[in-house]
């Protein structure tokens, strides 16, 4: 058995009701809850919510709702105990994977979802999880301090690009683990993880105003092209 879990709580305070607020004519969350659906992975699709208007929009689109503790629901509340729970209460310990699919990730695609279940089996990986490319080498950052201006890694300001390692950040999109990982608190970023690679096209975190506005644009772009 494989399972999704989509973490939705109701108290976001940039963008107020950011889960299910219209973005490009459907809620938010419902894209999450479709490509969930596309994949054919899952036999459970459960949305974990604390508040009741998006419990019932989870629900408007055929999916269940598990009701999560207010202790759970906070703005300090990461990831990891929230599947820890979900697994709990819907007795998930026997499954294959549960994957944690975010609420505000439009840009996900049930492909992607497809290979990064199959890397977690081949890979024996405790998670799989979406990650892509820094546009910029991170090693040739700069920092500011006192209106002055630094380098991170000084010794590569004479490095060319092209001879520095790749690297890469988290997608903020799924992550495929397995139970016992949820559940034993594992580190996400850690030997004990792979990645399933993104193209930067695909990912934009979403968490202000001006965020959304750029996320709506790039979807209609990529809509119009067919590439999402």
């Given amino acids: 058995m494989n399972v999704a879990i989509i973490p939705a709580r109701g108290g976001s305070k940039r963008i107020p009701k950011k889960n299910i607020k219209e973005f490009c004519g459907k809620p938010m969350i419902a894209y999450s809850i479709e490509a969930a ?17 998006i419990a019932q929009v989870a629900k408007s689109f055929g999916v269940e709702v598990l009701e999560r503790p207010k202790e759970l629901a906070d703005d300090f509340t990461p990831t990891i105990p929230v599947i820890a729970h979900a697994i709990k209460e819907l007795e998930l ?25 199959q890397k977690l089996l081949t890979c024996k990986a405790s998670y799989c999880f979406s990650a892509t490319t820094f546009a910029f080498p ?13 380098m991170f890694e000084p010794q590569h300001f004479n490095t060319r690009s092209q001879d520095l390692e790749e690297a890469y950040h988290d997608a903020g999109q799924f992550y495929f683990g397995l139970p016992s990982a949820w559940l034993e608190g594992k580190m996400l970023f850690s030997k004990d993880s792979t990645i399933i690679k993104l193209p930067r096209y695909l990912v934009q975190d979403i968490d202000t105003l001006e965020d959304w506005r750029r996320a709506e644009l790039m979807y209609k772009v990529l809509e119009n092209e067919n590439l999402i």
């Fill in 37 to 53: 659906k596309k994949s054919e992975l899952f036999d459970k699709i459960v949305v974990s919510t604390d508040d009741e208007s």
């Fill in 93 to 117: 310990l026997e499954a294959t994977s549960v994957c944690c699919i975010y609420a505000t990730a439009p840009f996900v695609q049930a492909s992607f979802l497809q290979v990064a279940y």
């Fill in 138 to 150: 991170i090693q040739r950052a700069i920092k500011l301090e006192n209106e002055r201006v630094s």
